[in-house]
């Protein structure tokens, strides 16, 4: 049984520029969640999705928006990158109260 | 505005010691909590979930305690493994003001190493 699985696992992009990371989560989750880890920090939460909707929302910029498809897939999108938007991007499922986190994607802004 | 604090921010030990990790937090009105642990550059295992209405959890060597009126949990490892070197996060899952809960709140990490 797959877990999540994150895409892609590395990823480059200039400042300004728009990026779009993707999440399968595990197989019977319905809930999704993201969140951002910058180096040397612990995770923060940006949002959750369940039923193809925002449930809630952590304290970042309208930049930071996201989707969840049918299949409870979702993807995260950040428009106008900043150089401190670079970080590792943990994507997490749920169904109830356990967690299970992917490996994430590592985006580095230059 | 939950606050999660994690201490030691850094502890190096020799193998088969027993070794506590501190977590505290600021709003007592929480979910639940757990204990992850992260590899360098890679992505959460989660080690033990504690409700709110739980005082302790045990998975093998390791073992989670929670006080939620004095906002603190520990994580004790027993007879500490050179496999045991990682960084642990505690996170927090809060009360959210509609009833249901928040995302979780992260400490910044211990990071563990276990000497051979």
């Known amino acids: 049984d797959a877990g999540v699985t994150q895409s892609p696992t590395h990823l480059i992009k200039t400042r300004g520029q728009q990026v779009t990371l993707r999440c399968s989560p595990k197989?019977?989750?319905?809930?999704v969640s993201w969140y951002q880890q910058a180096l040397g920090q612990g995770p923060q939460f940006i949002f959750q999705?369940?039923?193809?909707?925002?449930?809630q929302r952590g304290n970042f910029p309208d930049r930071f928006s996201g989707h969840q498809f049918p299949n409870y897939s979702s993807e995260l999108n950040v428009n106008a990158l900043l150089l401190g938007d670079s970080a590792l991007y943990l994507c997490a499922s749920s169904i109830g109260d356990g967690y299970t986190f992917g490996s994430g994607t590592r985006l580095t802004v230059v | 505005k939950q606050e999660v604090t994690q201490i030691p921010a850094a502890l190096s030990v020799p193998e088969g010691e027993n070794l506590v990790l501190n977590c505290s937090f600021t709003d007592s009105a929480i979910y639940n909590l757990q204990w992850f642990r992260q590899d360098p550059g890679k992505g959460l295992t989660s080690l033990l979930l504690?409700?709110?209405?739980?005082r302790e959890q045990t998975s093998g060597r390791l073992n989670a305690s929670l006080d939620k009126s004095s906002g603190r949990s520990t994580l004790y490892i027993a007879a500490s493994q050179p496999g045991d070197s990682a960084t642990y996060l505690c996170?927090?899952?809060?009360?959210?003001?509609?009833?249901?809960?928040?995302?979780?709140?992260f400490g910044k990490g211990t990071h563990l190493i276990i000497q051979p």
């Open positions: 996170a927090v899952r809060s009360l959210g003001s509609g009833g249901g809960a928040d995302g979780l709140t």
């Open positions: 197989s019977g989750h319905d809930t």
């Open positions: 999705y369940y039923e193809e909707e925002e449930r």
């Open positions: 504690i409700q709110s209405s739980q």
